[in-house]
């Protein structure tokens, strides 16, 4: 490897991994735009007993938090969900493009579904809201392709915080982290001889 390929391979970040964020981009807005085109406000489809696709405007966050607000909330979830995705970007542009794959991931998914929000909040003053799970009465609000990315972002952002790149597990507590046990014994020797 000559000192170009070093120097290149150094320089590649996190930001790589925007192809997600595109792909996520790319898949909400498709999917409102079928469901807002094909599907009449607020008409339900059975999809199974326990889903439901249907057409639903949030004027608020995700899974509909805040959307009986005065109106206030569109302007301050656009600016919000802007900071955040710049403040994620610049995280993302710290990161290596490798050896971190599932941060990056993480905060790709995070960036395209807040970005895909944030377009529709821009265009329409709402999110479009499709996916209605429900069972025996009880409805969970209803969500989109962009709220399902950054659900998921942030499950394997908690994860990855939980558990450490090098195999050890961060407890939380002062003891800092519980190490992997090394081996004892003729193991040990081995290990040391090779």
């Not at 959307?67 to 290596?96: H, N, T």
């Not at 905060?107 to 807040?114: R, T, Y």
């Not at 377009?119 to 499709?130: Q, S």
């Amino acid at each position: 490897m000559n000192s170009d390929q070093r120097e290149s391979g150094r320089r590649r970040s996190g930001l790589l991994w925007l192809w997600l964020s595109l792909i996520i981009l790319v898949a909400d807005q498709v999917t409102k735009w079928m469901i807002a085109s094909s599907i009449e406000l607020y008409e339900r489809v059975p999809v199974m007993s326990v889903l439901d696709i249907t057409h639903l405007r949030n004027t608020g966050a995700a899974f509909s938090f805040l959307s009986d607000a005065g109106g206030w909330q569109r302007w301050f979830f656009i600016v919000l969900a802007i900071l955040v995705s710049g403040l994620v970007l610049v995280w993302m542009s710290r990161l290596p493009a490798r050896g971190k794959s599932w941060l990056c991931a993480a905060l790709a998914l995070i960036v395209g579904g807040a970005v895909g929000n944030v377009v529709d909040r821009i265009l329409f003053g709402f999110v479009v809201d499709f996916i209605s799970v429900h069972y025996a009465g009880w409805y969970f609000p209803a969500f989109n392709v962009a709220d399902s990315a950054i659900t998921v972002g942030a499950a394997i952002l908690l994860i990855e915080s939980i558990v450490a790149g090098d195999g050890r597990i961060d407890t939380g507590s002062n003891s800092t982290l519980i190490k992997r046990r090394e081996p004892t014994g003729s193991a040990a020797r081995e290990d040391r001889e090779s």
